[in-house]
């Protein structure tokens, strides 16, 4: 996707420094992280599906299917 558009945020410089700090020790650019960020925070308001919804009452109460570990629900979804 092309990034045609451009944001501009202020912080106080001690954010930023220590910001472009990490960001540099851990060569990500930061944008990157921002977009990152961006799409977490938007991922974590969006509304859920009602397969979801249901998933989600499911463990709530307990319920559906459980699995040991991560390969055997990567191996139940076919991946």
Do not use: C, Y
């Amino acid at each position: 996707m092309a990034k045609a558009m451009q944001m501009s945020i202020k912080m106080e410089p001690e954010l930023h420094a220590e910001f472009m700090a990490v960001a540099a020790s851990t060569h990500t650019p930061a944008a990157q992280i921002v977009r990152q960020l961006i799409r977490g925070f938007i991922a974590r308001h969006e509304t859920p599906n009602p397969t979801t919804i249901k998933a989600m009452q499911e463990a709530d109460r307990r319920e559906g299917k459980r699995f040991d570990d991560a390969e055997a629900l990567f191996k139940d979804l076919g991946i």
